[in-house]
Structures are given as C-alpha cells and as structure tokens.
C-alpha cells in the first residue's frame, strides 16, 4: 500500500446513516464527529478544511464534488448492482436523499441522464421509502481526483473484482484516486464502525495511511468474525 501525499489540503466526511447508526449502537464511529477536527489539526495547514456531511444531506450533489478534496472517507451502507448486459455485479455506495419522481421519472428530471445511464440507481427497501444509490459508472463520469486517498466502509465496496465496472477501479484507474481501502464483503455495522473510528483516528494522529491501516487491523481485528468482509 503507498503513501501518498495529500495534493489537494481539504478532507469530506460523507454519513448517509449517521443517525440509523447511531440509534442501532451509540458507541459506533461517526467519523465526523470522532476524527473530523483532530483531522483539521493535525494536517493543518495542509488540511483545511475538513467538510461533514450526514444523513441525507450526504447526497448525490456532495458525493458528485468528490473531485475537490485530497482524503475522502465514506461511511455508509453498500451494496452490489448489476449493470444491463452484465453477469457480474458492481459494488455501489447507498444515499439517504430521497427519490422523487419529478427527478428522474419525467423528461428534463434532474437525475434522469444519471438513472438511464445507470449512474445512479433508486433503492426501494420498502413500499413507502426510495433513495439513491451511487454506481461505479457514476465515479468515472463526474469524478477526477488529484491521486486523493478514499476509504469507503460500505459493504462490498472491494468484492466486486470479476465485474467488468467494479467499484475499486473506477475510483482509482479512471477517477485517480491514489488509494482506495474498501471491504471485501458483507461487515457489521460495529465491527466495521470501530475499525473506520480506528483508521481514522491514526490519520488524524499523524500516521501513514499504511501505517493506519496497520493500527486499525491490530487493534479492531483484520476481519470482521460475524461476516466474510475484511479492508484491503
């Protein structure tokens, strides 16, 4: 794992579920909360400044800006996709901005392009609540990183290696990320909660983003033992 440095001096904190998550265990990380001004201090003036988003107020508009900071942590729920034509499926990263009909289901929607194209896709975990879901298609189109570090702790955010878009590449062959840490699979909430707040912490203590990838692993576990997600 390299270790880059930071080019562009601003980090976001995106939480679609920070309240879901908070509500199911108190003691879970909230990264923004947790790290986001030890962050602010300890890269300062390199770092500054460093932006939170949670709930839905992480949406699309904030994950399409991206582009704009050298360190990216996501801190949500994932899932996988499969794309049209396609036999294997892509990791995606899920928002909690609501979707409405006007914004993709009508000509002139303002998300209409991005659905059609699948760079977007709406969940529907029930009959009464839709929300949106960022594809790997949706990374290449808008994103262009100057080589920023991105940890995404949502499930299955590196186990879609076989995909033809999987989620890894599209952050780092063709958006230009210079590190993506992502988990392998399905991981808990806690575990997977504890071990962020971990690596985290080690960013913002000064460590490499090896040398808090190393903590992290010591300290939470290397792999989650409820489920088959692990970081790498």
Same mark, same amino acid.
């Given at each position: 794992?390299?270790?880059?440095?930071?080019?562009?001096?601003?980090?976001?904190?995106?939480?679609?579920?920070?309240?879901?998550?908070?509500?199911?265990?108190?003691?879970?990380?909230?990264?923004?909360?947790?790290?986001?001004?030890?962050?602010?201090?300890?890269?300062?003036?390199?770092?500054?400044?460093?932006?939170?988003?949670?709930?839905?107020?992480?949406?699309?508009?904030?994950?399409?800006?991206?582009?704009?900071?050298?360190?990216?942590?996501?801190?949500?729920?994932?899932?996988?996709?499969?794309?049209?034509?396609?036999?294997?499926?892509?990791?995606?990263?899920?928002?909690?901005?609501?979707?409405?009909?006007?914004?993709?289901?009508?000509?002139?929607?303002?998300?209409?392009?991005?659905?059609?194209?699948?760079?977007?896709?709406?969940?529907?975990?029930?009959?009464?609540?839709?929300?949106?879901?960022?594809?790997?298609?949706?990374?290449?189109?808008?994103?262009?990183?100057?080589?920023?570090?991105?940890?995404?702790?949502?499930?299955?955010?590196?186990?879609?290696?076989?995909?033809?878009?999987?989620?890894?590449?599209?952050? #780092? !062959?063709?958006?230009? /990320? $210079?590190?993506?840490? *992502?988990? %392998?699979?399905?991981?808990?909430?806690?575990?997977?909660?504890?071990? #962020? !707040?971990?690596?985290? /912490? $080690?960013?913002?203590? *000064?460590? %490499?983003?090896?040398?808090?990838?190393?903590?992290?692993?010591?300290? #939470?576990?290397?792999?989650?033992?409820?489920?088959?997600?692990?970081?790498?």
């Amino acid at each position: 794992m390299s270790n880059p440095q930071i080019r562009v001096p601003k980090a976001v904190i995106l939480e679609p579920f920070y309240d879901e998550w908070r509500y199911k265990d108190n003691a879970n990380a909230h990264v923004r909360d947790v790290v986001g001004e030890d962050l602010k201090l300890a890269r300062c003036p390199r770092l500054d400044p460093v932006h939170g988003y949670i709930n839905e107020f992480a949406a699309v508009r904030q994950f399409r800006s991206m582009s704009d900071y050298g360190l990216v942590f996501i801190n949500s729920h994932g899932g996988i996709h499969t794309f049209l034509g396609e036999s294997e499926g892509s990791g995606c990263i899920q928002t909690e901005e609501p979707a409405h009909d006007t914004d993709w289901n009508h000509p002139g929607g303002k998300y209409r392009a991005d659905i059609l194209q699948e760079r977007l896709i709406v969940w529907m975990p029930n009959s009464t609540t839709r929300s949106y879901v960022i594809t790997p298609r949706f990374i290449e189109h808008y994103i262009a990183f100057d080589r920023a570090i991105v940890l995404n702790s949502a499930c299955y955010g590196l186990s879609d290696i076989q995909a033809v878009t999987p989620l890894y590449k599209a952050f #780092v !062959k063709t958006a230009g /990320a $210079a590190v993506y840490i *992502g988990f %392998t699979g399905k991981v808990g909430i806690v575990w997977g909660g504890n071990w #962020v !707040k971990a690596f985290s /912490a $080690a960013m913002a203590g *000064g460590q %490499t983003v090896s040398e808090a990838f190393i903590t992290a692993s010591a300290k #939470v576990g290397p792999f989650d033992p409820s489920s088959p997600g692990q970081p790498e």
